[in-house]
């Protein structure tokens, strides 16, 4: 069964501290990653894009790597940020359609001050 | 990016009466898709609106309960058809600039309650 599964399922971090959240899934045949970001109301926006080829991606603090022979992605967030407080989606697509596209439960992360 | 707005943001609706969320994209896009996001889980596709044809459903959604309308590549509609409180989600337009891109968009979601 193609299954994405995020942890942790939630976590604190104080600004300005470094967090790594993990994704790992059982989708095949696999096309692609993406995180993404969900800000509480609101639409998820994308933060990186990574085919099997790509073992890492940046997109200013955010850096993400891709493990595709053991499934696994990561999501590396660097000095956070108060506005980093959301929850962050894996999404992982199986095929050429949108039908194979399986989002991730999600790991929600607040930032305290 | 495309920009992409959602009408009504949110509603509260009595059981057995029918919502219709509009969505509005600033650009003509190729594919547009319809998810729900129920309460603390993710994002399920209901379906895939088709420009000048009848919607494409995923298992568990039937065109009786969320008609879809795609009058042009840029709008979208999504009726949601006899609530139940079990309808009571975050429904969300998304669009995706086709042509072997995997980037998607996704409008801000219309939360509704179903009472």
């Known amino acids: 069964k193609n299954q994405v599964e995020q942890s942790p399922q939630s976590l604190i971090i104080l600004e300005g501290k470094n967090c790594t959240l993990q994704?790992?899934?059982?989708?095949?045949?696999?096309?692609?990653l993406r995180w993404y970001k969900q800000d509480t109301g609101r639409g998820p926006v994308s933060l990186t894009i990574?085919?099997?080829?790509?073992n890492t991606k940046s997109n200013g603090r955010y850096t993400a790597t891709l493990d595709a022979d053991t499934k696994q992605s990561s999501l590396h967030i660097t000095a956070s940020q108060l506005s980093d407080s959301a929850s962050y989606i894996c999404?992982?697509?199986?095929?050429?359609?949108?039908?194979?596209?399986?989002f991730g439960p999600g790991t929600s992360l607040s930032v305290i001050p | 990016s495309a920009v992409i707005s959602q009408k009504p943001s949110r509603d509260i609706c009595q059981r057995g009466t029918s919502l219709t969320i509009q969505c509005q994209v600033d650009?003509?896009?190729?594919?547009m898709f319809w998810y729900r996001q129920q309460p603390g889980q993710s994002l399920t596709l209901i379906a895939t609106?088709?420009?000048?044809?009848?919607?494409?459903?995923e298992s568990g959604f039937v065109i009786d309960k969320f008609p879809i309308s795609r009058p042009n590549l840029t709008f979208s509609t999504l009726t949601v058809s006899n609530m139940s409180p079990e309808d009571s989600s975050i429904y969300l337009c998304?669009?995706?600039?086709?042509?072997?891109?995997?980037?998607?968009?996704f409008g801000p979601g219309t939360r509704l309650t179903v009472l």
């Open positions: 998304s669009v995706s600039p086709g042509a072997g891109s995997w980037e998607q968009f």
């Open positions: 994704c790992n899934y059982t989708v095949s045949p696999f096309s692609n």
């Open positions: 990574m085919t099997f080829s790509e």
């Open positions: 999404v992982v697509s199986g095929g050429t359609s949108y039908d194979k596209v399986i």
């Open positions: 650009s003509q896009v190729t594919m």
């Open positions: 609106a088709n420009q000048g044809s009848e919607a494409t459903y």
